[in-house]
T-cell receptor, first 115, second 109 residues
Framework: ETGVTQTPRHLVMGMTNKKSLKCEQH?????MYWYKQSAKKPLELMFVYNFKEQTENNSVPSRFSPECPNSSHLFLHLHTLQPEDSALYLCASSQDKGGGADTQYFGPGTRLTVL | GQNIDQPTEMTATEGAIVQINCTYQ??????LFWYQQHAGEAPTFLSYNVLDGLEEKGRFSSFLSRSKGYSYLLLKELQMKDSASYLCAALDSNYQLIWGAGTKLIIKP
């Protein structure tokens, strides 16, 4: 238990569906992250929020839309996804963004399958 | 470009020692992380090195050579529960983590 929770753990959706992934951290951290993890590939950073402000968007398609209502919660809204978007989506948090020892703590992930 | 290289898969025997290597090329450098990830679970933090040398934490040690762009994770007295993927990640000059694809470690009895 890392103090970061994600729901749902598994999600199957059609290409026309709209769904949302939720992340909550109980660590009092200020920075939150969304990553995509595909088999045998490095973790791909998607979005970063620091003190609720989005600080990075790594050329992610607009069918992925993040939302950070407060420092403890992060959402990833999904719509009109493609089969190649099937992956494990990981949320992480760290005390700050930009510090030298900015250890990230990960949630268990949402395994997404797009049919 | 920025790049992290680590072996895709390694096999070792229970009770033995294994060394997982990682080489990195980044724009600037602010430290190197190792994470462990069991199948279907979250990556968990193992170590952070920013200065040259070896840091020991129980059965796990991590080494860094900044001049060579090289790190390794050393696991001693291997246990079956050490079967997992080990992720290497370097922090660049913008404090962005550059991740390797991970090394899958298989422990055999």
């Amino acid at each position: 238990e890392t103090g970061v929770t994600q729901t749902p753990r598994h999600l199957v959706m059609g290409m026309t569906n709209k769904k949302s992934l939720k992340c909550e951290q109980h660590l009092g951290h200020n920075a939150m992250y969304w990553y995509k993890q595909s088999a045998k590939k490095p973790l791909e950073l998607m979005f970063v929020y620091n003190f609720k402000e989005q600080t990075e968007n790594n050329s992610v398609p607009s069918r992925f839309s993040p939302e950070c209502p407060n420092s403890s919660h992060l959402f990833l809204h999904l719509h009109t996804l493609q089969p190649e978007d099937s992956a494990l989506y990981l949320c992480a948090s760290s005390q700050d963004k930009g510090g030298g020892a900015d250890t990230q703590y990960f949630g268990p992930g949402t395994r997404l399958t797009v049919l | 470009g920025q790049n992290i290289d680590q072996p895709t898969e390694m096999t070792a025997t229970e009770g033995a020692i294994v060394q997982i290597n990682c080489t990195y090329q980044t724009s600037g450098f602010n430290g190197l992380f190792w994470y462990q990830q069991h199948a279907g679970e979250a990556p968990t933090f193992l170590s952070y090195n920013v200065l040259d040398g070896l840091e020991e934490k129980g059965r796990f040690s991590s080494f860094l050579s900044r001049s060579k762009g090289y790190s390794y994770l050393l696991l001693k007295e291997l246990q079956m529960k050490d079967s997992a993927s080990y992720l290497c990640a370097a922090l660049d000059s913008n404090y962005q983590l550059i991740w390797g694809a991970g090394t899958k470690l298989i422990i055999k009895p």
